[in-house]
């Protein structure tokens, strides 16, 4: 297996020549909390630990195999990958302009950089000024996501075909066997062909859990970005509920950690097996 290489702000982990056509993304695991980060808190580090994915990072390291894989090391409350580098909030940031359309995640205060944290209100002691947030755009937002570009590119040229999965976890929705425990986002059919979508839900369903499609999350910039079925390039997010691999505190793993792993490990290999499948039949062709 290959040595990570870091960069100002993420993990990249894999080789040069990738080994398949299946690449990961962790936006949302990050939990470096600098001191710089920490002295603009007006609310405890705790509170906003909130925004992460909690340890979905150890999920991804322990499920992956020798996949090309991104992992945010900078917390989500400081640049949010998953959403536009022009969702920027004027309420918190001088060099941003609410537009007329703005998203609901915006206007909620979950824009680029995050403005509230559920249960805990406005999380900074000031606005920042425009240089700061392109600073961190620059320096964070962009390089990430033209890494995850250049693994796509990479795989779709080895293999005809790539599958990105953006891989993410959610708060339980409700009581186990009432709510969906796992949720697939393709931008409602836009970010990936449907077969990926049917081999992950196949998987899902396969070792006992419920699953759907789109609701309440339907993927975010990540997977709209990045997928482009169109090109042979196909984009998924996976939404899992903490509970599944977390304690009952949803703070450390837990007792279903290695069989959450074990999901994942499982849709990895499906998604790999339906895109060269898929490849080898028009290459046949």
Same mark, same amino acid.
């Given at each position: 297996?290959?040595?990570?290489?870091?960069?100002?702000?993420?993990?990249?982990?894999?080789?040069?020549?990738?080994?398949?056509?299946?690449?990961?993304?962790?936006?949302?695991?990050?939990?470096?909390?600098?001191?710089?980060?920490?002295?603009?808190?007006?609310?405890?580090?705790?509170?906003?630990?909130?925004?992460?994915?909690?340890?979905?990072?150890?999920?991804?390291?322990?499920?992956?195999?020798?996949?090309?894989?991104?992992?945010?090391?900078?917390?989500?409350?400081?640049?949010?990958?998953?959403?536009?580098?022009?969702?920027?909030?004027?309420?918190?940031?001088?060099? $941003?302009?609410?537009?007329?359309?703005? *998203?609901?995640?915006?206007?909620?205060?979950? @824009? +680029? #950089? !995050? &403005?509230? %944290?559920? /249960?805990?209100?406005?999380?900074?002691?000031?606005?920042?000024?425009?240089?700061?947030?392109?600073?961190?755009?620059?320096?964070?937002?962009?390089?990430?996501?033209?890494?995850?570009?250049?693994?796509?590119?990479?795989?779709?040229?080895?293999?005809?075909? $790539?599958?990105?999965?953006?891989?993410? *976890?959610?708060?339980?929705?409700?009581?186990? @066997? +009432? #709510? !969906? &425990?796992? %949720?697939? /986002?393709?931008?409602?059919?836009?970010?990936?062909?449907?077969?990926?979508?049917?081999?992950?839900?196949?998987?899902?369903?396969?070792?006992?859990?419920?699953?759907?499609?789109?609701?309440?999350?339907?993927?975010?910039?990540?997977?709209?970005?990045?997928?482009?079925?169109?090109?042979?390039?196909?984009?998924?997010?996976?939404?899992?509920?903490?509970? +599944?691999?977390?304690?009952?505190?949803?703070?450390?793993?837990?007792?279903?950690?290695?069989?959450?792993?074990?999901?994942?490990?499982?849709?990895?290999?499906?998604?790999?097996?339906?895109?060269?499948?898929?490849?080898?039949?028009?290459?046949?062709?």
């Amino acid at each position: 297996m290959a040595s990570p290489s870091f960069g100002a702000s993420f993990q990249s982990f894999g080789d040069p020549v990738p080994p398949g056509p299946v690449v990961i993304s962790v936006p949302h695991g990050g939990r470096a909390y600098t001191p710089e980060m920490v002295a603009a808190l007006r609310v405890p580090v705790a509170a906003v630990m909130g925004l992460e994915d909690r340890l979905i990072d150890l999920v991804g390291m322990a499920a992956r195999g020798d996949e090309p894989m991104l992992i945010q090391n900078t917390p989500r409350a400081w640049i949010d990958l998953n959403r536009d580098e022009r969702e920027r909030d004027p309420l918190i940031d001088e060099g $941003a302009r609410m537009a007329p359309r703005a *998203s609901a995640k915006l206007r909620s205060g979950l @824009g +680029l #950089v !995050p &403005r509230r %944290v559920a /249960g805990h209100g406005d999380i900074w002691t000031r606005r920042f000024a425009d240089g700061e947030i392109v600073t961190r755009i620059e320096g964070d937002h962009r390089p990430y996501h033209r890494a995850l570009a250049e693994r796509l590119a990479d795989a779709r040229a080895c293999f005809g075909v $790539a599958v990105l999965l953006d891989l993410h *976890s959610m708060p339980p929705l409700g009581a186990p @066997g +009432l #709510v !969906p &425990r796992i %949720v697939i /986002g393709d931008r409602h059919g836009t970010t990936a062909a449907t077969r990926f979508v049917r081999r992950i839900e196949a998987e899902a369903r396969g070792a006992g859990f419920a699953v759907t499609r789109n609701a309440p999350y339907a993927g975010g910039h990540i997977v709209e970005r990045h997928g482009d079925p169109r090109r042979g390039i196909h984009a998924v997010q996976l939404e899992l509920d903490r509970s +599944l691999y977390l304690d009952a505190a949803l703070e450390a793993p837990g007792p279903g950690f290695d069989t959450t792993v074990a999901l994942v490990r499982r849709i990895l290999s499906a998604l790999a097996a339906e895109a060269l499948g898929q490849s080898a039949a028009m290459a046949a062709e």
